[in-house]
């Protein structure tokens, strides 16, 4: 049963980047989409955007350009990665990461992240 | 983007009731739509993918449905453990957007 472990920095000051780690445990990387989500209470659920087991990324119009979610390859383990920067308040809220298939079937705990001068 | 609108956006039931949530999508989405359901402090948990397509292990009071662009999810007698957010999901059309939720009250 595929489980995920996110973890990551909780708070950042405005203009810092944001990162977080999601490892996958009992699941290969292909075949799926790995997914991150955050939960603000201004704006609900929004997607932020998705990697494949070949690398190839969709990322949210919205962040584009802030935005980089990548496969790390450096270790063994079946982890990738989300990096957001030049946060702000509005980037306050829960991150998830999750598995797609486009659904998304498996959820991690979440990562609270605040964004506070 | 999809525009997906959820309605009620809260819902006032009772142990045995019979509820339904709707989703309407702001163009076709092939019925690429999932249902989810979040508690207090924890993430969300698939409930229904490709709009009717029950997610294993899911009990079978929960349904799906499609009609064009609106959706509906039905929960045919509440239980306690039903008590919860629901969010619809379209994955037709990148960026993947969410409904709103609706969250389901004991009253």
């Known amino acids: 049963q595929v489980q995920l472990q996110q973890w990551g920095a909780g708070l950042l000051k405005p203009s810092e980047t944001l990162s977080l780690t999601c490892r996958v445990h009992g699941e290969s990387f292909s075949g799926y989409y790995w997914t991150w989500v955050r939960q603000s209470p201004g704006k609900g659920l929004e997607w932020i955007g998705e990697?494949?087991?070949?690398?190839?990324?969709?990322?949210n119009p919205s962040l584009r350009s802030r935005l980089s979610i990548s496969i790390d390859t450096a270790t063994s383990t079946n982890q990738f990665s989300l990096r957001l920067s030049s946060v702000t308040a509005a980037d306050t809220g829960v991150y998830y990461c999750?598995?797609?298939?486009?659904?998304?079937?498996?959820w991690g705990q979440g990562t609270l992240v605040t964004v506070s001068s | 983007d999809i525009q997906m609108t959820q309605s009620p956006s809260t819902l006032s039931a009772s142990v045995g009731d019979r509820v339904i949530i709707t989703c309407r999508a702001s163009q076709s989405i092939s019925g690429y739509l999932a249902w989810y359901q979040q508690k207090p402090g924890k993430a969300p948990s698939l409930l229904i993918y490709r709009a009717s397509n029950l997610q294993s292990g899911v009990p079978s009071r929960f349904r799906g449905s499609e009609s064009g662009t609106d959706f509906t999810l039905t929960i045919s007698s509440l239980q306690p453990d039903d008590f919860a957010t629901y969010y619809c999901?379209?994955?037709?059309?990148?960026?993947?957007?969410f409904g709103q939720g609706t969250r389901l009250e004991i009253k």
């Open positions: 990697i494949n087991g070949g690398g190839i990324t969709i990322y």
């Open positions: 999750a598995r797609g298939g486009p659904s998304l079937n498996a």
């Open positions: 999901q379209q994955y037709s059309s990148s960026p993947y957007t």
